[in-house]
């Protein structure tokens, strides 16, 4: 993805007017924000490089990531390109979630833990701030919800698990980072300001409300 300029969400962004668009454009439009639990748009469904399959039973990571990009729809296009060198499961931002790979997929998202996981791509980059980050609330609770909603799915426990642990083979939500951390690799997104324990709280919270 080329570098792009830091641009704050707006939060109170309310959806625009889009009584002359049909239903796939209005979800495409970028200044409309779809609700946090929305079923993810298939609009780049799928992507162009997996693995191969696996039993659901086989996942129990959660893997957060950032895309090194500032929308999902730029993401998800670029995992659709052969050209492309990655695949995930969804791609997150402010406004909307696209699915990108099934459930099944195994993806090339984080060595060492593709087999495994359930990879989230969330908008953003691995040099934010903090302070950058909790500016994209919808980014942060979506990426949560969708990380509760398959925890319960997969019966993944919500608990955050470090590179420690990833080796020692829990079962949690965790980060590339901790994946490279523990298997190898250079990637580090989301990066060492994501605000991780807000992240969690999101999450218990979602998962609560799952029941
Ligand atoms: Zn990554």
């Given amino acids: ?78 995992f659709q390109s052969p050209e492309s060198t990655g695949s995930a499961h969804l ?6 979630c696209y699915r990108c790979l099934a459930n099944e997929d195994i993806p090339w998202a984080a060595p060492g833990a593709n087999e495994n996981g359930f990879h989230i791509e969330q908008a953003g980059f691995a040099r934010w701030s ?16 969708k990380t509760a909603f398959h925890c319960k799915l997969f019966g993944i426990p919500v608990r955050f698990v470090d590179w420690r642990k990833l080796r020692a083979g829990a079962s949690g939500i965790t980060t590339h980072r901790q994946v490279s951390r523990a298997f190898g690799g250079s990637h580090q997104d989301p990066g060492l300001f994501w605000p991780r324990a807000l992240f969690m709280w999101y999450c218990r919270r979602y998962y609560r409300e799952l029941g």
């Fill in 130 to 145: 903090t302070v950058v980050w909790k500016k994209h609330q919808l980014t942060l609770q979506r990426a949560a919800y």
């Fill in 1 to 78: 993805m080329p570098p792009e300029e830091v641009t704050p969400a707006n939060g109170d962004a309310e959806p625009a007017p889009a009584a002359d668009q049909d239903e796939g454009d209005r979800a495409a439009a970028s200044s409309v924000v779809q609700p946090i639990k929305s079923p993810c748009s298939r609009d780049f469904y799928k992507a162009a490089h997996s693995s191969g399959t696996r039993e659901l039973s086989a996942i129990d990571l959660i893997v957060l990531h950032d895309e090194e990009a500032s929308t999902a729809r730029a993401a998800a296009a670029y």
């Fill in 91 to 96: 791609c997150v931002d402010d406004r909307i």
